[in-house]
Structures are given as structure tokens and as C-alpha cells.
């Protein structure tokens, strides 16, 4: 079993998404922040880290260049 990583549904970036916390400070617990693209919700894309070099690879220069940090 690979590492499970959490894909923005985003910007697919894989490193970017972070616990959110509501304007008080209290942690959301189902909520998560996108640091790259600003999204906030409580869906995520969970994903196998080798499914994710393969979706990577999958994907168009054009898509590519969308989704670069
Ligand atoms: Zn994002």
C-alpha cells in the first residue's frame, strides 16, 4: 500500500490542502483550505500516490499548465 494522498478538486494540487479554520479559530473539522488555488470545502480528492503520478501523466500540456504550481 503507497501513501494516500489528499488532491485539491481544484487545482489537483496533491500538497496544498490544509485543516481549515473558521473565521473564530476553531478548527472545521470537515472543512479544508487549498493553499495554492483558495478553495475551501469539505470534499477532497483521495488518491493512491502512484494513481496520482499516473493521473498526472494523464493529463494535457494544456491541463498540465493549468494545474502547475
Ligand atoms: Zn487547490
Not at 487545482?11 to 490542502?17: G, N, P, Y
Not at 477532497?44 to 504550481?69: A, G, H, P, V
Request: with cysteine; net charge negative; glycine share 6%.
Amino acid at each position: 500500500m503507497g501513501k494516500t494522498l489528499r488532491i485539491c478538486p481544484k487545482c489537483k494540487s496533491s500538497h496544498s490542502l490544509r485543516p481549515a479554520y473558521n473565521v473564530s479559530g476553531w478548527l472545521a473539522p470537515e472543512m479544508f483550505r487549498c493553499d495554492n488555488c483558495g478553495y475551501i470545502g469539505s470534499f477532497y480528492i483521495e488518491m493512491e500516490e502512484e494513481e496520482y503520478k499516473r493521473f498526472r501523466d494523464n493529463l494535457s500540456d494544456e491541463e498540465e499548465n493549468q494545474y502547475s504550481l
